[in-house]
């Protein structure tokens, strides 16, 4: 079995004792540096990843093939990849560019296994009258149209 079969099966043992996490990614270099990227539906600690990187690195063979493991938390910049991680960011403001290069700035209301809704407010002319009112909008988003998803943090 290759490295990156073996990494791949004991991810999967691991996650199925952790049910409340999940992998984001796994990538293997051609100097077998691995880099494995997890997210938990209630956040992740320090102590996730290192149960995760133990899990690997325990039972794999250094001498049998020598090995760089890094094990990382989905940091709040990066890119939302998964349904999963939309359905526990439920409430959050998000920056979505979809695939035709339009961006939306919102709040993530709803995320199911198809695709997300943002809602937000924008200020428009009245219907009748002088003036603007300001109307709440809402945007259904399949996952295929999202090029990019980032977390807008604010302070």
């Given at each position: 079995m290759?490295?990156?079969?073996k990494v791949n099966l004991l991810i999967e043992e691991f996650l199925q004792t952790?049910?409340?996490?999940?992998?984001?990614?796994?990538e293997i270099s051609s100097s077998n540096k691995i880099e494995v990227t997890i997210?938990?539906?209630?956040g992740i600690s320090i102590q996730d990843c290192l149960d995760c990187s133990r899990a690997i690195e325990n039972n794999l063979d250094r001498e049998e093939e020598d090995?760089?493991?890094?094990?990382?938390?989905?940091?709040?910049?990066?890119?939302?990849?998964?349904?999963?991680?939309?359905k526990k960011n439920i409430g959050r403001d998000l920056t979505v560019t979809t695939t035709e290069g339009t961006e939306r700035k919102g709040t993530l209301t709803e995320a199911d296994e198809e695709g997300i809704a943002l809602t937000w407010k924008e200020r428009r002319p009245k219907e009748k009258g002088?003036?603007?009112?300001?109307?709440?909008?809402?945007?259904?988003?399949?996952?295929?149209?999202?090029?990019k998803?980032?977390?807008?943090?604010?302070?």
């Amino acid at each position: 079995m290759t490295l990156e079969g073996k990494v791949n099966l004991l991810i999967e043992e691991f996650l199925q004792t952790r049910t409340d996490l999940f992998l984001i990614s796994c990538e293997i270099s051609s100097s077998n540096k691995i880099e494995v990227t997890i997210d938990g539906d209630e956040g992740i600690s320090i102590q996730d990843c290192l149960d995760c990187s133990r899990a690997i690195e325990n039972n794999l063979d250094r001498e049998e093939e020598d090995f760089e493991l890094s094990v990382y938390s989905a940091g709040v910049f990066n890119p939302l990849q998964q349904p999963r991680q939309y359905k526990k960011n439920i409430g959050r403001d998000l920056t979505v560019t979809t695939t035709e290069g339009t961006e939306r700035k919102g709040t993530l209301t709803e995320a199911d296994e198809e695709g997300i809704a943002l809602t937000w407010k924008e200020r428009r002319p009245k219907e009748k009258g002088k003036g603007k009112e300001t109307v709440e909008l809402k945007e259904q988003i399949p996952y295929e149209n999202i090029k990019k998803a980032i977390i807008s943090i604010k302070f």
